[in-house]
């Protein structure tokens, strides 16, 4: 479930990082999540997996998750802990498999130190760093519905349950 308020330790990333660097494909044929959180953008840092911790957030700048459609970069964040990817621009698949997975993101250029605290609100579309506060692209109020339930597959699950409650 997500939270109104997510809060985390910022860590910074530059332009145009490729879904082959978010989890390398030498590490595809496995489904265990846990492979892909402990080698989450090592081919950037190789102490970075040791070093994120569950809450906290990736900033970067344009064009976060070019590259291939691989599910499996969102699934590496996220199951590595990142609470949400802000960045200027995404990948448009990449923005898609987020929000499939249940990874939260927001569109906004945020400046920032690694390191910061940084407290996003995916309602207002703001992100609050050290008293500065920069306005980003609002979600759609559908995929904040996604999102709060968890993913895609989460979502139609609840919609299914709904649906029949109000059947009976």
């Known amino acids: 479930m997500l939270g ?16 082959d660097v978010i989890i390398p494909g ?8 846990q492979v892909f959180a402990d080698h989450v953008l090592e081919g950037i840092d190789p102490e970075f997996p ?14 976060f998750g070019c590259g291939s459609s691989r599910e ?9 802990g990142v609470a949400c990817v802000v960045a200027k621009s995404f990948g448009r698949i990449f923005f898609r498999n987020a929000i499939n997975v249940g990874l939260p993101l927001m569109e906004a250029d945020v400046q920032c130190n690694e ?3 940084v407290e996003i609100d995916l309602h207002q ?3 609050k ?3 500065k506060v920069f306005q980003g692209n609002k979600l759609p109020d559908f995929l904040l519905e996604m999102l709060t339930d968890g993913g895609l ?16």
């Open 50 to 63: 040791k070093k994120v911790q569950k809450g906290d957030v990736i900033v970067a700048n344009d064009n």
């Open 153 to 168: 597959v989460a979502h139609r699950k609840a919609m299914k349950n709904q649906s029949s409650n109000t059947r009976t």
């Open 125 to 127: 579309g703001t992100v």
């Open 4 to 19: 109104n308020i997510i809060k985390g330790k910022a860590w910074k990333f530059g332009s145009d990082i490729d879904t």
């Open 129 to 131: 760093v050290s008293g």
């Open 115 to 117: 390191g910061d605290e």
């Open 26 to 33: 030498k590490y595809l044929r496995t489904t265990d999540m």
């Open 72 to 80: 499996q970069a969102a699934l590496a964040l996220k199951y590595a």
